[in-house]
């Protein structure tokens, strides 16, 4: 074979045919390269899954192997792209058979007679094209978890050509864009009857969270298989492929963890999604990376929750180490509750390591209790139950030989028992429309995809929305609740929104869609109330920090510290202080850094916000230092903005204080 085609570049319509590829001579190879492809076609298809469901045939892996001198992480991304290729390349076809059925057809009604007698069939019902609606990758295939941000499914849109000029895009719009065939009331109603539907499961999402190697993502996987989410064959495939590779116990894990790094490394990375159903919840679960250095990460799917799991390892040493100060544990929380969530389920798990001990399990709980009590949940919203997430137990049941040293001392729920007892959150359908957007990638055809949760309002297929910062606005195609193509959807809801007539370039990770009638403010500078955390260096005026918005963060400084305040009454304690140390709570000055440099950066166009009176989860914000996070808070005021109807001079507009 030779390495000199180009593999990214290759024309898909001369790649469509597997055949088309030519073969080349395995003959060049010497066995010790005829070993490491074969190796690495196994390690792709654990990834991609096998020929039917990955569309890739095992010669293509190969080729693509041995173009990238077998790097196996290469080899799947480009596996993923080509896939996508296929697919619109299929598309296309579609699209030009369609059309030219509909020509044939007008041409037979022009004539109707003499086409129905010459024909013999009857004039005037042409088959109905099919529409097509795009789905998302993770969609029927068998890879593992949808990731969120920066997975190797969130591929490089350059490879794709979405901006490749006018006549490629043309070829590529198969269909006008659909426009907005319910009325907004109806649809309003149509929301509030689902929401209030008794007997209807509801929808929740939750955040799994926890030190790191808790178990979070073992647990999360063990659930889905006995929940029958994860089969046996990919089941046997994660086996198969983490005992090669020597961390057999990661096995479960791998329901969740999907990139080879993360594989590789026994750890998560970044957000997975999945869903799973109890008796009455319909559950979007959110897999967060448990090491510090991924804390953003966590961030985006934490402000995506409404809940979270609490994952904490109750081997000796082991829970105490993820407890202490810079412990995840402890900063895990304090950043959920931040961010608005107010109910937690914590599940000790590990127990098989400490005998399935009852007075270990009962320290653990006691430890955790009053910081819990003291980050501000309420005992009620707060539930414990031991686990052994490895082996199942007292994740679906705690039935069975492996349980019963468990089920001498304990009766209580099972953790399915308690997410089917989560209680929803109210969902504001009412409030304007706002989605900021967790992950941007490729949907089918001409469009683009884009995730992320709505944070209020309701969108529906047809519906035009303006993405900020930006002057760009995309018509809604169709829009996917857990795969599931749905007309509109509402606040509260995880969403895929399929968009069109907008370029991708123009849709970035933290931006915000709203409708172009209603648009956030894009602030530059704004006063926040703020709890400081466990900092060992106070935050003084002239600070540099990030501010993290979403999935958004954006280099920032504190430029005034205006009042320190009493945290239960919220009265002001201290005008004008020095410093703020621990525990305070104050209110602040933030500016956006790169306004001071320069008025034309995304940052210096502000982030879409808004105070926390306008909308709860458009302004919490927390502030970030050095990789920790010091600081968390909420809009109030805002002193300045990007001034939206003249944006193109990049204008800030000064608020008087
Ligand atoms: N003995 C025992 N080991 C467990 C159990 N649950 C998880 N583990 C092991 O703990 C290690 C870490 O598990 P993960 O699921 O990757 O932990 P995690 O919390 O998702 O890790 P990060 O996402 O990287 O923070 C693995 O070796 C698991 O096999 C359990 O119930 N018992």
Redesign the pocket.
């Known amino acids: 074979m030779s390495r000199h085609r180009d593999i990214r570049n290759m024309n898909y319509r001369d790649e469509l045919d597997d055949a088309a590829i030519s073969d080349g001579g395995d003959e060049d190879m010497t066995p010790e390269q005829q070993a490491q492809i074969n190796d690495g076609l196994e390690q792709v298809r654990l990834i991609i899954g096998d020929e039917a469901s990955s569309d890739i045939s095992d010669r293509s892996i190969k080729e693509a192997l041995w173009e990238y001198y077998f790097d196996v992480d290469k080899t799947v991304q480009w596996a993923y792209e080509e896939r996508q290729r296929r697919k619109i390349a299929r598309e296309r076809k579609a699209a030009k058979e369609r059309e030219k059925a509909l020509k044939q057809q007008a041409q037979r009604s022009t004539a109707p007679s003499a086409a129905a007698s010459r024909a013999g069939t009857p004039v005037g019902s042409p088959s109905k094209p099919k529409k097509s609606i795009g789905v998302s990758f993770a969609s029927g295939s068998s890879t593992p978890a949808r990731k969120m941000a920066t997975d190797q499914q969130q591929l490089d849109l350059s490879g794709l050509n979405l901006t490749a000029g006018a006549t490629n895009q043309a070829e590529v719009l198969d269909e006008p864009p659909p426009k907005m065939s319910i009325a907004r009331e109806k649809v309003l109603e149509e929301a509030r009857r689902a929401l209030d539907a008794e007997g209807e499961k509801k929808g929740i999402s939750i955040v799994?969270i926890?030190?790191?190697?808790?178990?979070?993502?073992?647990?999360m996987?063990r659930l889905l298989y006995e929940l029958g989410r994860l089969d046996e064959k990919t089941k046997r495939a994660n086996e198969r492929g983490s005992e090669k590779i020597g961390?057999s116990?990661?096995?479960?894990?791998w329901g969740?963890?999907g990139t080879i790094e993360?594989r590789e490394r026994?750890?998560?990375?970044d957000i997975a999604l999945q869903t799973l159903a109890t008796p009455n919840r319909q559950i979007t679960v959110l897999?967060?990376?448990?090491?510090k250095d991924f804390i953003p990460n966590m961030i985006s799917g934490a402000s995506q929750a409404d809940c979270a799991l609490l994952?904490v390892?109750s081997?000796t040493g082991e829970f105490e180490s993820g407890f202490q100060r810079g412990g995840?544990t402890r900063e895990h929380l304090i950043l959920v509750r931040s961010l608005g969530v107010a109910q937690v389920i914590v599940a000790v798990?590990?127990?098989?390591?400490v005998e399935w001990s009852r007075s270990r399990y009962d320290e653990i709980c006691g430890a955790l209790r009053p910081f819990l009590v003291q980050t501000g949940f309420q005992p009620s919203k707060t539930k414990f139950l031991p686990?052994?997430?490895?082996?199942g137990?007292n994740l679906v049941s705690c039935d069975g030989p492996a349980a019963a040293e468990l089920k001498q001392w304990y009766k209580g729920p099972t953790l399915v028992d308690l997410l089917d007892t989560l209680v929803p959150p109210v969902r504001d359908i009412t409030s304007p429309l706002r989605v900021p957007i967790s992950n941007v990638f490729k949907g089918s055809g001409s469009g683009v995809a884009v995730s992320g949760r709505l944070c209020g309002g309701v969108v529906q297929v047809g519906e035009k929305l303006r993405a900020l910062p930006g002057e760009e606005t995309a018509i809604v195609k169709s829009i996917e609740i857990e795969d599931q193509s749905v007309p509109w959807a509402a606040s509260g809801s995880n969403v895929t929104l399929y968009l069109t007539a907008i370029d991708p370039v123009n849709l970035n990770v933290g931006s915000v869609l709203c409708p172009s009638t209603d648009l956030v403010t894009l602030a530059t500078s704004f006063v926040a109330r703020i709890i400081v955390f466990d900092i060992q260096v106070p935050i003084t005026a002239g600070a540099s920090v990030e501010i993290c918005h979403h999935s958004r963060d954006v280099p920032a400084t504190v430029v005034k510290l205006i009042s320190t305040l009493d945290r239960a009454s919220g009265k002001v304690v201290k005008q004008n202080p020095r410093v703020l140390a621990k525990g305070v709570s104050a209110e602040v000055r933030l500016a956006l850094r790169t306004t001071q440099i320069s008025g034309s950066s995304s940052a210096a166009r502000g982030i879409p916000l808004e105070t926390f009176a306008t909308n709860k989860d458009m302004g919490r914000i927390l502030i970030r230092r050095g990789g920790e996070t010091i600081a968390a808070g909420k809009a109030i005021n805002f002193l300045a903005v990007f001034d939206i109807l003249t944006s193109f001079k990049g204008v800030v507009l000064e608020i008087d204080e």
């Open positions: 799994v926890g030190h790191v190697d808790a178990g979070k993502s073992t647990l996987g961390k116990s990661f096995s479960w894990a969740l963890d993360e026994g750890i998560t990375m897999d967060a990376p448990g090491h994952v390892d081997t995840q798990n590990k127990l098989d390591q686990v052994g997430a490895m082996q137990i």
